[in-house]
C-alpha cells in the first residue's frame, strides 16, 4: 500500500509541475493552453540536445550536470513559451475566446511536428540515465534519485508560491487575474506581465520535461500530449487558476492512477483518470480549492 | 449518426465498383494501356502517428526490391512502381489512404503494419479486386474473414502465442504474468498465450500505451509474485517496462513479444535491465543466415540500419512480382490465383507456400535474446 502511495505522489509531482503553468496562464488571461503539453516535450529534447552536445557526461557528474543542464533547459523552454504567447495568442487577445482555443490546438500540432521533422520519428534515449538502486522505506521501494527529484519539483513550486504571493511582480500578476483593463489603466504593463507568466509556467513545465527525460530515459516528439491532458486534469481537480489547488491537484491525481490502476486494473486507468475530469467539470467545476468563476470556455 | 456510415459505405462501395469495372469492362485503350504501363504496388504504412518510426524501414526496404527488380528490367518488360501512403495506424486515415491508393490504380497492395488500421482497408481492396500481401500486420482477424485476396506473409498471433507458451514451459515458468496494451494485436497474443498456459498464467495486466511511468501496472503485476513475465506489445513501451520491472526489483525472466524486438528496446530499457530478455519473433535480418549482403546493400542505399519488418517487406514485393509474372499480368484474379499456387517461393522466412487461410504454412517464430544491448538467436524452436 505504501508503495502505492509513493507511486501516486512521484508522478503526482510531474503532473503538478505541468499543471501549474496550465492554471497560471488560465488564471491570467482565461486561455487553455493546449500546447503546453508539448513545451514539456519541447524542453526534453532540448535537455537531450545539451547533454549530447557536451558529449559523455561522466556517470558520477550525473546529477549535477543534470542540475545545470535542467537550468539551462529551464530558461530556453520559459522563452519558447513566451514566443509562443507573442506569436499564436497575443495577435488573437481581442478576438473570441473560441479563436485563442483552436489556436492552441493549432500550436501544439505545430510543435509536434515540427519537432519529428526536425527530430524524426524515433524515440530518443536519454543518455544521462537517473537510475539508481532502490531502499526499502516502510515497504515501499524507492530510490535516492526519485527523492532528489520530486524535492526539486517541490522546491520549484514553494518557489512559485512565494514568487506570486510576496513579490510586486505576483501582484501584478493576481491583479492582472481579477481585471486585466483596471490593471493596466493603474499603471501595470499587462503584456509585459503576461509573457512572464508565460515564461514561468513553461519553465516549470521545462523542468519537469528534464526531468521526466532523465528518469525515464525515453523521450517521443509526442510525449507531450497526454500529460498536457493529464494536467489539464490535475488543474481542474485542485481548481484551475489556483496555483495551491493545483499542485493539490497534481498529487490528487497521481494518487487516483495510482490506486485506480490497483482497484480496477490497468486498462481501466485512462477511463477513471478522465471520468474524475468530468465528474469534477459538472459537479464542481472550480475544483477542489477554487473559487466562483462567473465565465468559463 | 447512422446516416453518415452508410453513405461512407456506399461512397467506397460506388469508387470499388468503380475502380473494378476500369479494369475489366473498358477494354480497348484503357486495357491496352493497362497492359504496358508500369505494375504499380501501393503500400499503405504509418508515416505519421505513433508507429511513424516503423515506417521508414518499410518503404526503404520495399523501395530496394523495386529498384533491384526493375535494375534486371522489371517483370513482363514493365517496370515496378512503388506508392506509399500514410496510414497513421488508425482507421480513419488507412481507409481514407486505401481509397486513395486504389483511384490512383494500384494493382497490388504490399502494407499494412498495424492490425488496427488494416483491418478496415480489406474490403476497400476486395471491391477493387486488389490482391493484398501484408508485410507485417498479424492479427488473428485479417484472416478470419477468410477473403481470398488478403495473404500475411508474418506469423500470426496463434502462431506467436504457441511459441511463446513452447518457451516458457521449457523455461520451467511456473507464475507467468502476461502484459498487454490493448491493442487488437497485443491483446490477442496475450490471451492465447493465457489460455494455453492454463492455471500458470497468474494474471493479465493491461497497460495503456503512451505514458512514461507504468509503476502502478508494475506494483500490480509483482504482487502476483511471477517467475516469468511475457510484454506483447510495442517496443516503446517495452523498454519503459523492461526497466520499471528491474528497478522495482524483479529478478525473474521477462519476455516481449516481435513488436517489441527493436534495438530501442535494449537502449530504452537501459543496458543492464535489458540483458537477458527473451524475445518471440519472425526471422529478422540481424538473426538471418546469409543475410548479411542484403544488411550491406541496404545500409549503403539508405545510410541506416535495416529495421523490424524491413524484411518482410521486401519480401512482399518480391513476392508481388513473382505472382504478376506468373499470371503474365496485372489482372487481380489472376495474381490472386497466382499467389495462392506458389510453391517454395525463397523468402528470409524460409520457403513460402500459404496455408488455406492464406497465411505461412510454418510461423518461423524462434526464440531471441537480448546480449550487450542487441537481440541476438537464442533458439530456433524447430
Same mark, same amino acid.
Given at each position: 500500500?505504501?508503495?502505492?502511495?509513493?507511486?501516486?505522489?512521484?508522478?503526482?509531482?510531474?503532473?503538478?509541475?505541468?499543471?501549474?503553468?496550465?492554471?497560471?496562464?488560465?488564471?491570467?488571461?482565461?486561455?487553455?493552453?493546449?500546447?503546453?503539453?508539448? !513545451?514539456?516535450?519541447?524542453?526534453?529534447?532540448?535537455?537531450?540536445?545539451?547533454?549530447?552536445?557536451?558529449?559523455?557526461?561522466?556517470?558520477?557528474?550525473?546529477?549535477?550536470?543534470?542540475?545545470?543542464?535542467?537550468?539551462?533547459?529551464?530558461?530556453?523552454?520559459?522563452?519558447?513559451?513566451?514566443?509562443?504567447?507573442?506569436?499564436?495568442?497575443?495577435?488573437?487577445?481581442?478576438?473570441?475566446?473560441?479563436?485563442?482555443?483552436?489556436?492552441?490546438?493549432?500550436?501544439?500540432?505545430?510543435?509536434?511536428?515540427?519537432?519529428?521533422?526536425?527530430?524524426?520519428?524515433?524515440?530518443?534515449?536519454?543518455?544521462?540515465?537517473?537510475?539508481?538502486?532502490?531502499?526499502?522505506?516502510?515497504?515501499?521501494?524507492?530510490?535516492?534519485?526519485? !527523492?532528489?527529484?520530486?524535492?526539486?519539483?517541490?522546491?520549484?513550486?514553494?518557489?512559485?508560491?512565494?514568487?506570486?504571493?510576496?513579490?510586486?511582480?505576483?501582484?501584478?500578476?493576481?491583479?492582472?487575474?481579477?481585471?486585466?483593463?483596471?490593471?493596466?489603466?493603474?499603471?501595470?504593463?499587462?503584456?509585459?506581465?503576461?509573457?512572464?507568466?508565460?515564461?514561468?509556467?513553461?519553465?516549470?513545465?521545462?523542468?519537469?520535461?528534464?526531468?521526466?527525460?532523465?528518469?525515464?530515459?525515453?523521450?517521443?516528439?509526442?510525449?507531450?500530449?497526454?500529460?498536457?491532458?493529464?494536467?489539464?486534469?490535475?488543474?481542474?481537480?485542485?481548481?484551475?487558476?489556483?496555483?495551491?489547488?493545483?499542485?493539490?491537484?497534481?498529487?490528487?491525481?497521481?494518487?487516483?492512477?495510482?490506486?485506480?490502476?490497483?482497484?480496477?486494473?490497468?486498462?481501466?486507468?485512462?477511463?477513471?483518470?478522465?471520468?474524475?475530469?468530468?465528474?469534477?467539470?459538472?459537479?464542481?467545476?472550480?475544483?477542489?480549492?477554487?473559487?466562483?468563476?462567473?465565465?468559463?470556455? | 449518426?447512422?446516416?453518415?456510415?452508410?453513405?461512407?459505405?456506399?461512397?467506397?462501395?460506388?469508387?470499388?465498383?468503380?475502380?473494378?469495372?476500369?479494369?475489366?469492362?473498358?477494354?480497348?485503350?484503357?486495357?491496352?494501356?493497362?497492359?504496358?504501363?508500369?505494375?504499380?504496388?501501393?503500400?499503405?504504412?504509418?508515416?505519421?502517428?505513433?508507429?511513424?518510426?516503423?515506417?521508414?524501414?518499410?518503404?526503404?526496404?520495399?523501395?530496394?526490391?523495386? /529498384?533491384?527488380?526493375?535494375?534486371?528490367?522489371?517483370?513482363?518488360?514493365?517496370?515496378?512502381?512503388?506508392?506509399?501512403?500514410?496510414?497513421?495506424?488508425?482507421?480513419?486515415?488507412?481507409?481514407?489512404?486505401?481509397?486513395?491508393?486504389?483511384? #490512383?490504380?494500384?494493382?497490388?497492395?504490399? %502494407?499494412?503494419?498495424?492490425?488496427?488500421?488494416?483491418?478496415?482497408?480489406?474490403?476497400?481492396? %476486395?471491391?477493387?479486386?486488389?490482391?493484398?500481401?501484408?508485410?507485417?500486420?498479424?492479427?488473428?482477424?485479417?484472416? +478470419? =474473414?477468410?477473403?481470398?485476396?488478403?495473404?500475411?506473409?508474418?506469423?500470426?498471433?496463434?502462431?506467436?502465442?504457441?511459441?511463446?507458451?513452447?518457451?516458457?514451459?521449457?523455461?520451467?515458468?511456473?507464475?507467468?504474468?502476461?502484459?498487454?496494451?490493448?491493442?487488437?494485436?497485443?491483446? /490477442?497474443?496475450?490471451?492465447?498465450? =493465457?489460455?494455453?498456459?492454463? &492455471?500458470?498464467?497468474?494474471?493479465? #495486466?493491461?497497460?495503456?500505451?503512451?505514458?512514461?511511468?507504468?509503476?502502478?501496472?508494475?506494483?500490480?503485476?509483482?504482487?502476483?509474485?511471477? /517467475?516469468?513475465?511475457?510484454?506483447?506489445?510495442?517496443?516503446?513501451?517495452?523498454?519503459?517496462?523492461?526497466?520499471?520491472?528491474?528497478?522495482?526489483?524483479?529478478?525473474?525472466?521477462?519476455?516481449?513479444?516481435?513488436?517489441?524486438?527493436?534495438?530501442?528496446?535494449?537502449?530504452?530499457?537501459?543496458?543492464?535491465?535489458?540483458?537477458?530478455?527473451?524475445?518471440?519473433?519472425?526471422?529478422?535480418?540481424?538473426?538471418?543466415?546469409?543475410?548479411?549482403?542484403?544488411?550491406?546493400?541496404?545500409?549503403?542505399?539508405?545510410?541506416?540500419?535495416? %529495421?523490424?519488418?524491413?524484411?518482410?517487406?521486401? +519480401?512482399?514485393?518480391?513476392?508481388?512480382?513473382?505472382?504478376?509474372?506468373?499470371?503474365?499480368?496485372?489482372?487481380? &484474379?489472376?495474381?490472386?490465383?497466382?499467389?495462392?499456387?506458389? /510453391?517454395?517461393?525463397?523468402?528470409?522466412?524460409?520457403?513460402?507456400?500459404?496455408?488455406?487461410?492464406?497465411?505461412?504454412?510454418?510461423?518461423?517464430?524462434?526464440?531471441?535474446?537480448?546480449?550487450?544491448?542487441?537481440?541476438?538467436? =537464442? +533458439?530456433?524452436?524447430?
Amino acid at each position: 500500500m505504501t508503495q502505492l502511495v509513493w507511486n501516486g505522489l512521484f508522478v503526482g509531482s510531474f503532473y503538478t509541475l505541468v499543471a501549474l503553468g496550465y492554471s497560471m496562464v488560465y488564471g491570467i488571461i482565461k486561455l487553455l493552453n493546449f500546447a503546453h503539453g508539448d !513545451l514539456y516535450m519541447l524542453s526534453a529534447f532540448t535537455g537531450f540536445a545539451i547533454l549530447g552536445a557536451f558529449g559523455g557526461v561522466p556517470a558520477s557528474m550525473g546529477l549535477l550536470a543534470l542540475l545545470a543542464v535542467l537550468l539551462v533547459t529551464m530558461v530556453a523552454s520559459g522563452l519558447a513559451g513566451v514566443a509562443l504567447e507573442r506569436i499564436a495568442y497575443r495577435p488573437l487577445r481581442r478576438a473570441p475566446r473560441l479563436s485563442l482555443l483552436i489556436t492552441a490546438v493549432g500550436a501544439s500540432f505545430a510543435v509536434e511536428y515540427g519537432m519529428r521533422a526536425v527530430a524524426g520519428a524515433d524515440p530518443q534515449v536519454y543518455p544521462v540515465r537517473l537510475g539508481g538502486t532502490a531502499i526499502e522505506v516502510f515497504g515501499a521501494r524507492l530510490t535516492l534519485q526519485q !527523492l532528489v527529484l520530486v524535492g526539486a519539483a517541490v522546491a520549484l513550486m514553494a518557489g512559485l508560491n512565494l514568487l506570486v504571493t510576496r513579490t510586486r511582480e505576483g501582484r501584478a500578476m493576481r491583479a492582472i487575474a481579477l481585471d486585466p483593463r483596471t490593471s493596466s489603466l493603474m499603471g501595470i504593463d499587462v503584456d509585459a506581465v503576461i509573457s512572464r507568466t508565460f515564461f514561468l509556467g513553461s519553465a516549470l513545465a521545462g523542468a519537469a520535461g528534464v526531468m521526466a527525460g532523465a528518469y525515464y530515459g525515453k523521450i517521443d516528439f509526442l510525449m507531450g500530449f497526454l500529460i498536457g491532458l493529464k494536467a489539464f486534469t490535475a488543474a481542474v481537480i485542485g481548481g484551475i487558476g489556483n496555483i495551491p489547488g493545483t499542485m493539490l491537484g497534481g498529487l490528487l491525481l497521481g494518487l487516483l492512477e495510482s490506486f485506480g490502476t490497483f482497484w480496477l486494473g490497468g486498462e481501466w486507468r485512462d477511463v477513471f483518470t478522465f471520468g474524475v475530469l468530468i465528474l469534477f467539470l459538472t459537479v464542481r467545476p472550480t475544483g477542489l480549492l477554487g473559487e466562483r468563476v462567473t465565465e468559463r470556455v | 449518426m447512422r446516416a453518415i456510415p452508410l453513405k461512407s459505405i456506399a461512397a467506397v462501395a460506388a469508387l470499388g465498383l468503380l475502380a473494378s469495372g476500369c479494369g475489366q469492362g473498358l477494354l480497348g485503350q484503357e486495357s491496352g494501356g493497362e497492359q504496358h504501363g508500369p505494375i504499380v504496388l501501393g503500400m499503405l504504412i504509418p508515416q505519421s502517428g505513433s508507429e511513424a518510426s516503423i515506417g521508414p524501414y518499410m518503404s526503404n526496404a520495399a523501395r530496394l526490391a523495386v /529498384d533491384e527488380i526493375n535494375a534486371k528490367g522489371g517483370v513482363l518488360g514493365r517496370k515496378l512502381e512503388l506508392k506509399t501512403a500514410d496510414d497513421a495506424c488508425d482507421a480513419q486515415s488507412a481507409t481514407a489512404a486505401a481509397n486513395k491508393l486504389v483511384t #490512383e490504380g494500384v494493382h497490388v497492395s504490399v %502494407g499494412g503494419y498495424c492490425s488496427g488500421a488494416t483491418l478496415p482497408t480489406l474490403p476497400i481492396f %476486395g471491391k477493387a479486386t486488389i490482391p493484398m500481401i501484408i508485410p507485417a500486420a498479424n492479427s488473428q482477424e485479417l484472416v +478470419d =474473414q477468410k477473403l481470398e485476396h488478403v495473404f500475411m506473409i508474418n506469423g500470426t498471433g496463434a502462431q506467436q502465442a504457441e511459441a511463446a507458451q513452447k518457451w516458457i514451459a521449457g523455461q520451467g515458468g511456473q507464475r507467468v504474468a502476461l502484459m498487454h496494451d490493448n491493442t487488437s494485436y497485443s491483446k /490477442d497474443i496475450a490471451l492465447r498465450t =493465457q489460455s494455453s498456459l492454463g &492455471a500458470a498464467a497468474v494474471t493479465v #495486466e493491461a497497460v495503456t500505451p503512451k505514458e512514461s511511468d507504468y509503476s502502478a501496472n508494475i506494483t500490480n503485476v509483482l504482487a502476483k509474485k511471477p /517467475d516469468f513475465v511475457y510484454w506483447t506489445g510495442y517496443f516503446q513501451e517495452g523498454g519503459l517496462i523492461v526497466r520499471q520491472l528491474r528497478q522495482a526489483g524483479y529478478k525473474g525472466s521477462i519476455m516481449v513479444g516481435d513488436g517489441s524486438v527493436s534495438p530501442k528496446l535494449a537502449e530504452i530499457a537501459g543496458g543492464e535491465a535489458a540483458e537477458g530478455v527473451y524475445a518471440t519473433m519472425t526471422q529478422t535480418p540481424d538473426t538471418l543466415e546469409g543475410a548479411k549482403g542484403w544488411i550491406e546493400a541496404y545500409k549503403k542505399k539508405f545510410n541506416a540500419e535495416p %529495421g523490424p519488418y524491413s524484411n518482410q517487406a521486401y +519480401d512482399a514485393v518480391r513476392l508481388a512480382a513473382e505472382a504478376v509474372g506468373r499470371a503474365g499480368g496485372t489482372d487481380g &484474379a489472376k495474381v490472386i490465383a497466382a499467389l495462392e499456387a506458389i /510453391d517454395g517461393f525463397p523468402m528470409f522466412s524460409g520457403p513460402l507456400k500459404f496455408t488455406p487461410e492464406h497465411t505461412l504454412a510454418g510461423g518461423g517464430f524462434q526464440i531471441l535474446v537480448v546480449k550487450d544491448g542487441a537481440f541476438a538467436l =537464442q +533458439d530456433s524452436l524447430s
